[in-house]
């Protein structure tokens, strides 16, 4: 779950005792305005849970209210990535006399938490990883306990940090805390600058909570950022399915992760596309039924592949929901079945008996015939 | 991690649903169930094996050696740790979606302890007409069929489709390794390659992966000195880039985790890269043949 910069500070770093400059949320051109007048020179950012703003255009300076004004009716309505801008933070100018980056990640190799430090604020980690690797420090930390301010200290050693050392070893101690806290996948304060007034302060923070703890973190996903998904994905998440729309005409229908992909990159193999991403693996195989009326819900969807190779998931029970919504649905376009694994025999003889068509032994064969009956 | 019928297998959150169906389909099959865990109903027996309170009575009175869990996220961490710490060799991880911070404490646990942890979120692991352990077909005759042949993969469901085509093919697996579809595994690709290099009832070994992470193209470091034939499908080269495909792992991010990165540190290893799961079965009769005419050009 990705949130937007104002959420990630107000509900992360402000309680996690991390500063940051004095800001507002503002959702129309006036209200900046306003914000601007009590807050002097302010910055006017567009709040989307993606990089790239400043490149977008979606971070401008204001010295007065009137420019803030028209900064925010220039950012309001824009389209950034995936995301329409709907909200500005206005927070006030900082003099930077440093930047620096710092974040919390998993390591999934060493399957511990990894924290980053580099004195090359600003960049992308990306970028400073190609640009300038020296300058990337590295901490693994054992997550049964937590690094003493002497790890963190011995992460940034000769860096040069001056009297803004101390300051930065809390602001690391803290953040660790509060990666703990929010079950954050990533938590990154980029740039983190010292001040002409020697004060340490976030200017910015991207923060992602680790989708398998949303359950215990109800009041952070309450404020999570909005996903841009399709009026059909926003149906997939009602009913609990993963489903990612594509472009392509040739609807897909499996289960698990692993085999779903699969079928697409076979789709594309011989020449067709997928117009979809939707699995029914694990839990979700007694789904199939809502799963059959979102894919052909697909405007796109031009024939259907519906490939089932049953470990956890009873085939059985996922034809049996397939065939109930076929006679409510009465589908208009062809459909191509493949059926293997736990339950094979009934889930076959279910097709065959109440659909009147037989499923192909090889996935590759259903799937030839439904890119050909797509063209 | 290769299971065998003298292994003493204790199932976590036996009475549940799940638990009690494959775990019967695993008595069946020939596994050696030993005991069950659930606090609420030690003492009793279900399905016709005895229930303990805890992991480590059930060690304790049971000599139980490999465990395997059908525990839901939120309990999955605390189960694990306590069985780890019970001294179990083997922990078998089905569960998906567990807290990532949650998985870390387990992995930690399970270093302090020397525990192997298979997992989270995967099938489990088969030795075909010899016992399984987790959720795989195991039973199913046109999927698994002994043999000499050893399948490692991320995914049940395309792990499964995988080893049906060998069956399909008459070519029979010495074993399946599921290894899951979580990002942070206990065992890596590697690892189990390292496992079925090893074993001598392996002749050739086939590797089920996906994008997202760098498993494969570690694993290819260590199929370079290998002398086993090796075939690879590698599944979401069609997924768009910047999108989670379903399992937690499977997810490109810039170059990371590419199919391409994937399949070209595979094939730069002697690994036989296939198109669709349907030539699997070709080319591991293709590898053999070649890597026993090697051979006999040695001789």
């Keep these: 779950m990705n949130f937007e910069e104002y959420a990630a500070k107000s509900m992360v770093l402000t309680p996690a005792g991390i500063s940051v400059p004095r800001g507002r949320l503002c959702i129309s051109a006036a209200e900046a305005a306003m914000a601007a007048a009590n807050i002097g020179p302010c910055v006017v950012k567009a709040q989307v849970p993606t990089g790239k703003r400043g490149k977008a255009g979606g971070i401008k300076l204001a010295a007065r209210p009137e420019e803030a004004k028209q900064a925010a009716s220039q950012i309001l309505g824009m389209r950034i990535g995936d995301y329409k801008v709907e909200r500005v933070l206005v927070e006030e100018q900082a003099a930077i006399a440093r930047e620096f980056y710092v974040a919390v990640l998993h390591d999934s190799a060493a399957r511990k938490p990894l924290i980053l430090f580099s004195t090359e604020g600003g960049m992308d980690i990306e970028e400073i990883a190609a640009a300038k690797p020296s300058a990337i420090r590295r901490l693994l930390v054992d997550i049964e306990s937590k690094p003493s301010p002497a790890d963190i200290a011995g992460m940034l050693k000769g860096l040069h940090l001056g009297d803004a050392e101390v300051q930065i070893v809390s602001v690391i101690d803290r953040l660790y805390t509060a990666f703990r806290r929010c079950d954050a996948e990533l938590l990154e304060i980029n740039p983190l600058a010292l001040l002409e007034d020697n004060r340490v302060v976030a200017l910015d923070c991207k923060f992602v909570l680790d989708d398998g703890a949303i359950y215990r973190q109800p009041d952070l996903a309450k404020s999570a950022a909005a996903s841009a998904l399709t009026p059909l994905e926003m149906r997939g998440v009602e009913a609990g399915l993963k489903l990612i729309q594509l472009d392509g005409n040739v609807g897909v229908l499996a289960n698990g992760a692993g085999l779903t992909m699969t079928t697409m990159d076979v789709i594309r193999h011989y020449g067709g596309k997928p117009a979809n991403f939707l699995e029914i693996g694990g839990e979700a195989y007694t789904k199939s039924e809502i799963a059959l009326d979102l894919v052909l819900s697909n405007p796109g969807v031009k024939s259907l592949v519906i490939n089932f190779c049953g470990a956890f998931a009873r085939t059985d029970v996922m034809a049996d929901g397939v065939v109930k919504a076929w006679h409510k649905l009465k589908p208009k376009v062809p459909v191509f079945f493949s059926i293997h694994g736990t339950g094979e025999e009934e889930a076959v003889k279910l097709v065959r008996d109440e659909l009147g068509i037989e499923p192909y032994d090889f996935m590759e064969d259903a799937i030839q015939a439904a890119v050909k009956a797509a063209q | ?299």
């Design chain 2, 1 to 299: 991690m290769i299971v065998r019928k003298n292994n003493r297998v204790v199932v976590l959150g036996i009475t549940g649903k799940q638990g009690t169906f494959w775990t019967e389909k695993m008595i069946a099959y020939g596994t050696n169930v030993v005991a069950g865990v659930n606090p609420k109903r030690a003492g009793e027996d279900h399905v016709g094996v005895p229930i303990f309170a805890t992991p480590a009575e059930a060690v304790a009175k049971t000599g139980g050696d490999v465990a395997v869990m059908f525990i839901p996220p939120p309990m999955a961490k605390d189960a694990a740790v306590s069985t780890v710490q019970a001294g179990i060799k083997l922990l078998v991880v089905l569960t998906e979606h567990i807290p990532a911070q949650d998985v870390m404490a387990m992995h930690a646990a399970a270093a302090k302890h020397g525990t192997r942890i298979v997992g989270p979120n995967t099938a489990g692991l088969v030795t075909p007409g010899e016992c399984f352990v987790g959720i795989m077909p195991a039973f199913v005759p046109s999927v698994f069929r002994a043999g000499r042949i050893g399948v490692i993969s991320r995914s049940g469901s395309l792990g499964t489709l995988v080893c049906l085509n060998l069956t399909r093919a008459g070519i029979g697996q010495s074993a399946f390794i599921g290894i899951g579809g979580d990002p942070m595994l206990g065992t890596t690709t590697r690892d189990a390659l390292e496992a079925l290099d090893e074993d001598s009832r392996t002749d050739a070994v086939v590797i089920v992966g996906e994008i997202g992470g760098a498993m494969e193209e570690e694993a290819a470091v260590y199929a370079k000195k290998m002398a086993k034939p090796m075939a690879a499908f590698i599944a979401g080269a069609a997924a768009p880039p910047g999108k989670k495909m379903g399992h937690a792992g499977a997810i490109v991010t810039g170059n990371a985790g590419s199919y391409a990165s994937k399949r070209k540190a595979l094939e730069a290893a002697g690994v036989t890269v296939v198109d669709t799961p349907s030539q699997i079965a070709a080319a591991v009769a293709a590898a053999l043949q070649s890597g026993r005419s090697k051979v006999a050009a040695t001789q």
